[in-house]
């Protein structure tokens, strides 16, 4: 009987940046992360600013509420930018983006959003995911309005994110 020996070849690890404006982060989300982990090392999930939304959180209390969520997770980087996908991802060094698609009308716009990345730095590669059914739905928007007119956010995002919920809309 040949002995075989095993040499382990210890490979890059594979990143992914999922961006978004997380205002607030949603279960929809959080399942989008947590499924894009079945295939990557780690994810830097990157709190942007859209320039047609007008925010309910500060950049920092996105940051903060993702950190909470997400603190007990080697694998999941909360970072930030300001400017375009394609300037970060060569900064970092990543470029493979995670986006979700809940419905047809996102993908018209996250079409648009890779091709027109892809034109300005073609190493670019995107994988969509769509949530669970549950989820579908599920929009930052809906649970913003529901917070607002004092409804049951706590099925639609963690615990801490429906606390600061209800921190806003006490003011």
């Known amino acids: 009987m040949v002995q075989q020996e ?11 940046v999922y961006p978004g404006s ?4 949603t279960n929809g989300h959080i399942d989008i ?8 090392d780690k994810l830097i999930v990157s709190v942007t600013h859209h320039p047609t939304k007008k925010p309910l959180f500060s950049f920092k209390e996105r940051m903060e509420m993702l950190q909470g969520v997400f603190r007990d997770r080697k694998e999941i980087v909360i970072e930030y930018f ?9 900064k970092k060094g990543v470029f493979l983006v995670i986006r979700g ?9 996250e079409f648009q959003m890779v091709l027109t990345n892809r034109r300005m730095l073609p190493r ?5 995911l769509t949530p669970k059914e549950e ?3 599920l929009s930052s928007s809906a649970v913003k309005e529901i917070a607002r007119l004092n409804g049951p956010v706590e099925r ?7 606390e600061k919920l209800r921190e806003k809309h006490r003011s």
């Open 6 to 16: 095993y040499r382990f070849i210890r490979r890059k690890e594979r990143l992914a």
């Open 22 to 25: 997380f205002d607030p982060v």
């Open 33 to 40: 992360i947590e499924r894009s982990l079945k295939f990557i």
């Open 82 to 90: 300001d400017g375009l996908l394609v300037d970060y991802l060569e």
């Open 101 to 109: 698609l809940r419905a047809v009308s996102d993908f018209d716009y």
């Open 124 to 128: 670019i590669e995107t994988i969509f």
């Open 135 to 137: 989820y579908l739905y």
């Open 156 to 162: 639609f995002v963690p615990e801490i994110v429906a």
